[in-house]
């Protein structure tokens, strides 16, 4: 087999002078990186004549979903773990058993609901991270300050949610 003359190409690498990090520039820089995280205080309430779901708006709904949340895991984890929620106090009493057969049976009632409600609230925060907490998921117009300072893990409007509330009690009827 005969040999091929390889031909090696010499590349040339340069610096140029006027090549530095500082002419770098990112145009895609969102606004709020500009400016650093925007903090409020802790009397912060959000007002009507401020545009809605501005940063603030967010930081302090995700403020108060947070904060609330944490009382929730908290109160949770004390009546699981520090409650009466133990087996060990078994009555000969048939009276008391049932009495404290529909204690625990109501503690774990209130447990599960506080757990669907950190579910709600993990989903709120989604909501302010995609950009469409503070919106009716049905009709998308705003929901209103004073809902959310009401029910911070609103999903619609007061009509929105009377027509889903509407519907279900026309399922569960049939």
Not at 30 to 45: A, M, N, R
Not at 64 to 85: D, H, I
């Amino acid at each position: 087999m005969p040999k091929g003359n390889k031909v090696k190409k010499k590349i040339k690498k340069t610096k140029s002078a006027k090549t530095s990090k500082s002419k770098v520039k990112i145009l895609s820089k969102p606004k709020e990186l500009d400016k650093g995280p925007i903090k409020i205080s802790k009397t912060y309430v959000p007002k009507d004549t401020e545009k809605y779901m501005c940063e603030k708006h967010k930081v302090f709904f995700r403020m108060k979903l947070q904060e609330w949340k944490k009382e929730l895991v908290k109160a949770n984890n004390e009546a699981l773990y520090n409650g009466s929620m133990d087996d060990n106090s078994i009555s000969a009493d048939i009276v008391d058993q049932a009495s404290s057969y529909t204690d625990k049976n109501v503690e774990m009632k209130a447990i599960n609901r506080q757990i669907k409600l950190i579910s709600e609230i993990d989903k709120a925060l989604m909501r302010i991270k995609d950009e469409t907490y503070g919106y009716c998921l049905d009709t998308a117009e705003p929901i209103g300050l004073k809902r959310l300072m009401a029910r911070p893990v609103a999903k619609y409007t007061i009509a929105a949610q009377e027509k889903h509330e509407k519907n279900e009690k026309v399922h569960a009827d049939d």
